[in-house]
């Protein structure tokens, strides 16, 4: 079993739906959390990071992080068609040195 | 300002070759990292540097993948003898390093390699 598990997707949305992306892991020490956003051919780029529980806004998104259930989700509002793209959570026990461990990775496709 | 880079973007090579893949980091950063990531996978962590050392390889997968960092700068991931399974993405990122908070990292495009 992977440390952490995240559908590959692809998930399909009209334009303007609320998009709910996620991912669960199995490493308690886990304290660090992020999604990354990747185009394709290109490398991935951090959107947002959580610090243990709760939730993060920022525009569009919200991230948020149950550390109960060891699950965390990113909300999309608004969805656009630039938003398709792969979403890759990530995950890190480390304070200093951030060696991540990333899921697989979801595909979004926003139609116009 | 200019963000990580890599080379070559594509590498096509025949099974048994040596290739040598590229990183440029961010200027100033200290820290580096290599990744793979292959069809339906996500990201698998190989090495990373902070200024010339290497203090985590743990995630290379043979003793054919050897990585080093000059002058903290620039860094070369070597893959010997290669195989069919060593064909993926290979990404490359940097961070400013050293200090106890969040570390973002930024990705480099990319080299990817195909091994026939």
């Given amino acids: ?24 892991y199995s490493n308690s020490a886990f304290q660090y959390f992020m999604w990354y956003r990747q185009y394709s051919r290109k490398g991935p780029e951090l959107l947002m990071y959580t610090y243990s529980s709760g939730n993060k806004e920022d525009g569009r998104f919200t991230a948020q992080v149950d550390k109960s259930s060891k699950y965390i989700s990113l909300f999309i509002r608004d969805s656009q068609p630039s938003d398709s793209a792969t979403y890759l959570c990530a995950m890190s026990a480390d304070t200093g040195f951030q060696k991540l461990v990333f899921g697989t990775g979801t595909r979004l496709l926003v139609s116009p | ?83 069919q399974e060593d064909s993926a993405v290979y990404l490359c990122a940097s961070s400013r390093g050293g200090g106890p908070s969040v570390d973002t990292q930024y990705f480099g495009p990319g080299t990817r390699l195909t091994v026939l």
């Fill in chain 1, 1 to 24: 079993q992977k440390e952490v598990e995240q559908d590959p997707g692809p998930l399909s949305v009209p334009e303007g739906a609320i998009v709910s992306l996620n991912c669960t």
């Fill in chain 2, 1 to 83: 300002g200019a963000g990580v880079s890599q080379s070559p973007s594509n590498k096509v090579t025949e099974k048994g070759k040596d290739v040598e893949l590229r990183c440029d980091p961010i200027s100033g950063h200290t820290a580096l990292y290599w990744y793979r990531q292959s069809l339906g996978q996500g990201l698998e962590f190989l090495i990373y540097f902070q200024g010339n050392s290497a203090p985590d390889k743990s995630g290379l997968p043979s003793d054919r993948f050897s990585a080093e960092r000059t002058g903290g700068s620039v860094s070369t991931l070597t893959i010997q003898r290669t195989q």
